[in-house]
């Protein structure tokens, strides 16, 4: 299967700071997603993602699918952005998909 | 609505009784999937579906069955649940293998 690799596991941050969340893996994608989970254990799409770059708000994503990595750009960071950061991704075989471990984020105020 | 759900929301039970989880979609998905949540490792793909009657393992098949007989619905059945089944579950769906959209997830505990 596919390798996803998150980094950092753990991010502490000031309510107001900017931050880079980065996923690799191993292989060629033709699928990529970020995932917030909050503090609920509720699991929300942030973006699909196989390549190129997207912005929603204060969110933005960059996926380099030939150099197999992508970024997750969180500006301005508030307390309702911590949770968990996860990203997946999958093969040739959409359904299949493959989680990193994610992003732990705490956002102070 | 648009929405994903699973039930129940919670369930203790004990071992080796079998029991299903339920998973219903209303945004006419092709593809549905199973993961689940255990601390530290992530969400693991237990079983997806492409199609009615089309499903395929993922990363952590052993104990589970699955079936695909509608659109809507993926039940996930534990047909002899064990004590290390006892995990976070959700249920998801996607129009075409694409943005994926979560159920609430079933807290399952196995004594």
């Known amino acids: 299967g596919i390798q996803v690799e998150q980094s950092p596991p753990d991010l502490i941050l000031q309510e107001g700071a900017n931050s880079t969340l980065r996923c690799n893996f191993s292989?060629?994608?033709?699928?990529l997603q970020w995932f917030h989970q909050n503090p609920w254990g509720q699991l929300i799409n942030l973006f699909y993602?196989?390549?190129g770059t997207k912005q929603n708000g204060r969110l933005s994503a960059t996926t380099v699918a030939t150099e197999r990595y992508s970024l997750l750009y969180i500006s301005s960071s508030q307390t309702t952005d911590s949770g968990v950061y996860f990203c997946?991704?999958?093969?040739?075989?959409?359904?299949?998909?493959?989680f990193g471990r994610g992003t732990q984020l705490t956002v102070w105020p | 609505e648009a929405q994903v759900t699973q039930n129940p929301r919670y369930l203790i039970t004990v071992t080796g009784k079998k029991l299903t989880v339920t998973c219903s979609q209303n945004?006419?998905?092709?593809?549905m999937s199973w993961y689940r949540q255990d601390p530290g490792l992530g969400l693991r793909q237990i079983y997806y579906?492409?199609?009615?009657?089309?499903?395929d393992k993922g990363d952590v098949p052993e104990g589970y069955k699955v079936s695909r007989k509608e659109k809507r619905n993926f039940p996930l059945i534990l047909e002899s649940p064990s004590p290390n089944q006892t995990s976070l579950y959700f249920c998801?769906?996607?129009?075409?293998?694409?943005?994926?959209?979560f159920g609430p997830g079933t807290r399952l505990t196995v004594l």
């Open positions: 579906s492409m199609n009615v009657e089309v499903t």
């Open positions: 292989d060629s994608v033709n699928n």
């Open positions: 993602i196989p390549s």
């Open positions: 998801a769906s996607s129009l075409a293998g694409d943005t994926q959209y």
């Open positions: 997946a991704v999958a093969g040739s075989t959409l359904g299949r998909l493959y």
């Open positions: 945004m006419n998905h092709e593809y």
